[in-house]
DNA sequence: GTACCCATGTAAAGTGTTACATGATTAC
DNA sequence: GTAATCATGTAACACTTTACATGGGTAC
């Protein structure tokens, strides 16, 4: 599966910086409150714990992109607020508007091992199948469930559509992932 | 998009030597033999340069799981040709039939990307499908043309089941993405 | 003779995960 | 009161990429 003239990389060239920019686009956010995006909001497409993010918003915040508020919640619960500066939101358009002409490898440990089972009567081919059937058939439904809280009302898809395409993207994949496990289960 | 349990993980596990054992285990190789494989064979779901493959192969023979030979070619181009002990293939073989039950974030940085426009309006998505529609339709093209190639013969199908499974399920992900790009860009 | 591929290795730096550490707040 | 969650940070380690370095073989 040679990509088109050996260029699939990933890495190195600090994507995290762009995506926590991006986020605290949407809306100034706390660093906890960015680790629960990388969980629930985009965990399809990156992550980040917050043992990367912290360190990463000084870096920002040094670099002049991005500005925080120490804020106190209940008694005395410091947190710091994260926003962009005109300098980081400049970064971040720069970002968006440049060319990705990259595809990226989608590392996946099953699709590996099948790889390495020659025969089509192996007898571990099945269970393994089942496997990953239940797996992606879980988080499928897990996505359309929630697609139907998030974008319930229909107009927040124009107010959100970036989230609404890679929400409908990531469905259509685990869609046409299950069928595939499901057509040599079949067999 | 949460993962079912915030279950998400890759790497610190370290894949890479079961890769290497499998891909000894379809025929003794040398590193550079590996390093060509990882971009053509099993590029769209694992890299690997040959400065990570190397090293990998020395810490391999010291734990007894491979050996080599050394083999000249031509004059004096010494190559060194790795086989799998048993220790290797048993290594392999548990690690095959071990459960993969982990969903793998597929790091892609256009949806990404897509994630940070908000308005459905934005002039700059129908360019950012379009240069990805093209990227995504000659890999499907490439990842075609290849499967005609090496399973040309219909019987090779059964002797390299694996490798026939994958390759064709990078090439239902590669037509479904397509067609994901193109439902968007008629709009 | 030169460009391209074969072949092996190390070094440096960046990226990412797991573990260590601490303390506040909320719901039961 | 106690468990779960909010909130922030550092340290150690593992993984990955890019760059440095060297030399042989083949086709033109």
Do not use: C
């Amino acid at each position: 599966m040679t990509s088109i003239k050996g260029k699939i990389t990933i890495g190195q060239r600090n994507r995290l910086q762009y995506i926590i920019l991006g986020l605290l686009n949407q809306q100034p956010q706390t660093g906890y409150d960015l680790a629960k995006a990388f969980e629930n909001e985009i965990g399809e497409f990156w992550q980040a714990q917050h043992s990367q993010i912290y360190p990463m918003l000084k870096r920002l915040e040094a670099a002049g992109e991005i500005t925080h508020e120490d804020t106190v919640a209940g008694e005395k619960l410091a947190k710091k607020q994260y926003t962009l500066t005109p300098t980081g939101r400049e970064k971040l358009v720069a970002w968006v508007s440049q060319p990705s002409p990259e595809l990226t490898p989608n590392k996946d440990e099953f699709i590996l091992k099948l790889y390495f089972i020659k025969k089509a009567d192996d007898p571990r081919i099945q269970p393994m199948l089942r496997e990953q059937y239940q797996l992606h058939q879980a988080q499928l439904q897990h996505l359309q469930q929630r697609r139907e809280t998030v974008f319930a009302d229909r107009a927040t898809i124009d107010q959100a559509y970036g989230h609404y395409l890679i929400l409908d993207h990531a469905i259509e994949r685990e869609t046409h992932y299950v069928e595939w496990l499901a057509q040599y289960l079949k067999k």
